[in-house]
């Protein structure tokens, strides 16, 4: 399992490097520099253990900011969608009934984003009230 972990990670700091380092292109270079850094780590932390605080901070400050970003992206998609199926008269029952056929679920909340917005497109594109046409 800690192995996977290694792995997993070693491969997006090398992706990492890969996009932020264009001089480096081959898998091998970027193996080499990821596998030197990881080497480093526990001496740069030992010598500024803040470090490990501030990017942990950094990290979980991203990875908030991304959520934040989904739930607005989400609600938007809703409101757009409730907005889309107001103007077509949709009841709840014909839009369960257009995502169960199209989609195979019976909720908007089963819809990953992209679904979502495949949906709005959909319904934004449709002038008859009557769903699955």
Known sequence: MADTALTQSTQLL???IKSQIPAITSDQHAETLAAQIIAGLPRLFAESPEIFSIAL????????TTQLMISRKFNDLMNQI???????QWTQAQGRE????????????SLSLDQLDNFLLYLQLTDSSAPNP
């Open 82 to 88: 409730d907005v889309q199926m107001q103007r077509l």
């Open 14 to 16: 090398m992706d990492y």
């Open 57 to 64: 901070s950094m990290a979980r400050a991203k990875q908030t």
């Open 98 to 109: 257009h995502l169960e056929k199209f989609y195979g679920v019976r909720s908007r909340y």
